[in-house]
Every structure is written in structure tokens, then in C-alpha cells.
Nanobody
Framework: QAQLVESGGGSVQAGGSLRLSCAAS????????MAWYRRAPGKQRELAAS???????KYADSVEGRFTISRDYAKNTVYLQMDGLKPEDTGVYYC??????WGQGTQVTVSS
């Protein structure tokens, strides 16, 4: 069983950057596809980015070219580098392992 702890959220102005981190406990991190989902106010949760164990990456069209997902096996951590942030990126960002284990979420607020 994995436990996930996100950090790095906050408030920025449009055009700014944030880096989210998700530290995973347990020995199975190496075997899980990791992903970041987000839930904007009044909307359903949606995939932002995912990365498989062999490095295949998928991005939502809305973040392609602005967000970068990566994972560090030595630290059991997955990152989401977010550049060129827009107000519509505002929401709660969740880290997940295989969409089975979920973190508690971290708030990202982008002001115009």
C-alpha cells in the first residue's frame, strides 16, 4: 500500500511557475504509473499529466507545453513543474498511484 503526500502548491500571478512534489511511501513506487489530477472549482476532477514506469508521458491538451511531469526513483517522488500558469489552472491538484492511491491534494491559485 502506498501513501502519497503532496507539497508545493500556493498562489501565483498569471505567467508564474510552481513545482508540485508528491512523496510516495512504500516499496511499490517503482511499479506504479503516477499521475497528477486536478479539480477546478465547480468542475470534475481531470487528468493533468501521467508518467508510466518506463517513462511514457501523457498530458492534457490544456497543459501541453507548459507542464512537465517527472519522477525520481531514488527519492520515490513525482514532480509536476508548472510554467506559464493561467487563471484556469486554479484548483486542487492530486497525486495518484495507479488511480488507486490518492494524496490529500494541494491548492494552486493563479490570479490574473
Amino acid at each position: 500500500q502506498a501513501q502519497l503526500v503532496e507539497s508545493g502548491g500556493g498562489s501565483v500571478q498569471a505567467g508564474g511557475s510552481l513545482r508540485l512534489s508528491c512523496a510516495a511511501s512504500g516499496s511499490l513506487f517503482s511499479f506504479y504509473t503516477m499521475a497528477w489530477y486536478r479539480r477546478a472549482p465547480g468542475k470534475q476532477r481531470e487528468l493533468a499529466a501521467s508518467i508510466t514506469t518506463d517513462g511514457r508521458i501523457k498530458y492534457a491538451d490544456s497543459v501541453e507545453g507548459r507542464f512537465t511531469i517527472s519522477r525520481d526513483y531514488a527519492k520515490n517522488t513525482v514532480y509536476l513543474q508548472m510554467d506559464g500558469l493561467k487563471p484556469e489552472d486554479t484548483g486542487v491538484y492530486y497525486c495518484t498511484a495507479e488511480t488507486t492511491y490518492w494524496g490529500q491534494g494541494t491548492q494552486v491559485t493563479v490570479s490574473s
